[in-house]
DNA sequence: GGTGAAATCTAATAGGATTTAGAAACATGG
DNA sequence: CCATGTTTCTAAATCCTATTAGATTTCACC
């Protein structure tokens, strides 16, 4: 539920530990917001909610955020943020002579377990992405751009390894992919099925729609 | 002051005749809502901008449709309504002996072809279906059992005559097909891609991914 | 043309939510 | 324990938009 401090945005000029009482609060705040954010989208998120979620009144949301619509964006982009790295760790850890498929294949379990179990951030960046003003999606936007090319690459990669059918269009099938596994967030519910069956099934969907014969 | 047509369902016992200007009118602002719906969402959309587009002003649309709210779940239920009667026809009109996995392949066409082009409705219902308060879903989500149902009966019984692994689990399978093509209203651009590819690669998605070998 | 209902408009109301203002509590170093 | 800056609160202002009220136009039909 919680996602551990991910040092949000920069330390800007804050000169103050990172754990500062201060610091904690904010932190305390914007896991509020994400919270309240993947259950009740962009519409049905007050500031209210928020603060009561947070332990505090709502006008002290403002001593850290600057608008509703900041402490917004903050959360979006830091939901799209923790996926991609997380991602990325994951892969990384991968030896090196690791088949192009099976990166796919950890990438969409990692992808997958992040967004329902780890994180709200991940849930409320991919819930809202489409509902926000337009104004608010230019921060996130380029973090979604980089894990999109992060998908790109890993398609590319393994369709020129011969692993996936020369003639698959990987740029839409990855589009679906992901669009597969973002919409989960809309169905999926822990009390009524297993998350590794959820995200077996994904995998036998990209191993047997994309892979070589 | 009072309500010329059943505000809800469709226009069953109304005695005007069904082109009067007064149904016009409500069609139009039913109309207009969908379009912007299915841009701005559910939060963006105010009854300023519905009434603009339809030409009207916003206290006119209470003529029409008791609140806000009642104007949105009409639209969500419409475009629920509307996609399945597309995707049951198309089938319907397939000759008896036509193999299953051809009609998961018509259905997948008729789907992606009917929310994208087709329909504002159906866009609108997709993209906000998770986004507007409780009391909205209940006549909506109705319409998209009968849908969930319909796509579930195309997959056992494709199953059942062995043209889908035995070993896939089919709901969970079905589940991610159908996110994948609602989330393509959240990135295609008909611009930049072909429709006509788009379907041909969902559907290999499918046929590869669920096929018997 | 006159008449009454239907349809739509202008102008005002109301309620909820964000956002400011300014005071109180708190912590911290001297 | 005092002084000073930080953090949070209460109370109130402001804004936005749905909604209502009441007036006005449109239009079918006599």
Same mark, same amino acid.
């Given at each position: 539920?919680?996602?551990?401090?991910?040092?949000?945005?920069?330390?800007?000029?804050?000169? #103050?530990?990172?754990?500062?009482?201060? #610091?904690?609060?904010?932190?305390? @705040?914007? $896991?509020?917001?994400?919270? *309240?954010?993947?259950?009740?989208?962009?519409?049905?998120?007050?500031?209210?909610?928020? &603060?009561?979620?947070?332990? *505090?009144?709502?006008?002290? @949301?403002?001593?850290?955020?600057?608008?509703?619509?900041?402490?917004?964006?903050?959360? =979006?982009?830091?939901?799209?943020?923790?996926?991609?790295?997380?991602?990325?760790?994951?892969?990384?850890?991968?030896?090196? &002579?690791?088949? =192009? /498929? $099976?990166?796919?294949?950890? &990438?969409?379990?990692?992808?997958?377990?992040?967004?329902?179990?780890?994180?709200?951030?991940?849930?409320?960046? @991919?819930?809202?992405?489409?509902?926000?003003?337009?104004?608010?999606?230019?921060?996130?936007?380029?973090?979604?751009?980089?894990?999109?090319?992060?998908?790109?690459?890993?398609?590319? &990669?393994?369709q020129q390894a011969g692993e996936?059918?020369?003639?698959?269009?990987?740029?839409?099938?990855?589009?679906?992919?992901?669009?597969? =596994?973002?919409?989960?967030?809309?169905?999926?519910?822990?009390?009524?099925?297993?998350?590794?069956?959820?995200?077996?099934?994904?995998?036998? /969907?990209?191993?047997?729609?994309?892979?070589?014969?």
């Amino acid at each position: 539920m919680e996602t551990p401090a991910p040092a949000t945005e920069r330390p800007d000029d804050a000169p #103050a530990t990172a754990t500062s009482k201060s #610091a904690q609060t904010r932190q305390r @705040i914007l $896991d509020a917001a994400a919270e *309240v954010l993947s259950r009740k989208g962009y519409a049905g998120t007050r500031l209210a909610d928020v &603060a009561a979620v947070a332990g *505090v009144q709502a006008p002290a @949301i403002y001593y850290y955020f600057s608008s509703r619509d900041d402490l917004v964006e903050e959360v =979006m982009w830091v939901g799209a943020h923790l996926v991609r790295l997380h991602v990325e760790e994951v892969l990384a850890a991968l030896p090196d &002579a690791t088949p =192009m /498929m $099976d990166h796919l294949m950890v &990438a969409v379990d990692a992808h997958l377990r992040f967004e329902l179990q780890l994180s709200d951030y991940a849930t409320a960046s @991919i819930r809202n992405a489409g509902h926000v003003p337009e104004q608010l999606r230019v921060r996130p936007a380029a973090e979604e751009a980089l894990y999109s090319r992060l998908w790109r690459d890993l398609f590319v &990669a393994a369709q020129q390894a011969g692993e996936v059918r020369a003639d698959l269009d990987v740029n839409v099938f990855r589009l679906l992919l992901l669009g597969a =596994m973002n919409w989960v967030v809309e169905w999926w519910n822990p009390r009524t099925r297993s998350l590794d069956e959820l995200v077996a099934t994904a995998q036998a /969907m990209v191993r047997n729609g994309a892979a070589a014969r």
